[in-house]
């Protein structure tokens, strides 16, 4: 079965750090790109980042870039998103999504809530 | 920055058609597509590629994009379509984005 499962969410305070994970099982995870999307509580979604298969290419969102950083390890078939400066805007459900048909995002794991609070 | 523009709310009865349009600059000359995303749950691809349906998606659900605005209809609309819908495209940088997303209803 194809599947994306994360982990890694939390309760943070602001200016904190989080590390969310996200395990791939059952298709070639090394040769997909990957994206990470968000979804503030009761709002609509928001795309975060994505990472070529490689990682030759990364790219974020404006309000993100600089603060967190996408990545993978194909041997561990795991994408990984480290999210530092933490901010209460921050505060949302984290998706995992891989690229499949024709770009678009096909496989989406269940997501990690991320609470940015003091 | 690119924006998706989607009407918040589509009431449908029953067995009826259900249209939700997705308005962006010139997003006839990008590839739209479609989410469903049901309380709760996460998101599931139900158009791709403007008007393709992934295997599992029922024949109910097509989708259009011309000019700026982009489509997704449900014919024949039943209980469990009730949900979010949200499209997606890519900006000149080939990032990805949403649009507003927009509920339907099924009375």
């Known amino acids: 079965e194809v599947q994306l499962v994360e982990s890694g969410g939390g309760l943070v305070q602001p200016g904190g750090s989080l590390r969310l994970s996200c395990a791939a099982s059952?298709?070639?995870?090394?040769?997909?790109?990957m994206h990470w999307v968000r979804q503030a509580p009761g709002k609509g979604l928001v795309w975060v980042s994505r990472?070529?298969?490689?990682?030759?290419?990364?790219s974020y969102v404006d309000s993100v870039r600089g603060r967190f950083t996408i990545s993978r390890d194909n041997a561990k078939n795991t994408l990984y998103l480290q999210m530092n400066s933490l901010r209460p805007d921050d505060t949302a459900v984290y998706y995992c999504?891989?690229?499949?048909?024709?770009?678009?995002?096909?496989?989406w794991g269940q997501g990690t809530m991320v609470t940015v609070s003091s | 920055s690119y924006e998706l523009t989607q009407p918040p709310s589509v009431s449908v009865s029953p067995g009826q058609t259900a249209s939700i349009t997705c308005s962006g600059d010139?997003?006839?000359?990008?590839?739209a597509s479609w989410y469903q995303q049901k309380p709760g749950q996460s998101p599931v691809l139900v158009i791709y590629?403007?008007?393709k349906r992934p295997s599992g998606i029922p024949e109910r659900f097509s989708g259009s994009n011309s000019g700026n605005t982009a489509t997704l209809t449900i014919s024949g609309t039943q209980a469990m379509d009730e949900a979010d819908y949200y499209c997606?495209?890519?900006?000149?940088?080939?990032?990805?984005?949403f649009g507003t997303g927009t509920k339907v209803t099924v009375l």
């Open positions: 999504a891989r690229v499949g048909l024709s770009d678009a995002l096909d496989i």
């Open positions: 059952g298709f070639t995870f090394s040769r997909y790109w």
């Open positions: 990472i070529k298969s490689d990682e030759t290419i990364r």
């Open positions: 010139k997003l006839g000359d990008k590839f």
């Open positions: 590629q403007d008007t």
């Open positions: 997606q495209a890519w900006d000149s940088s080939n990032n990805y984005v």
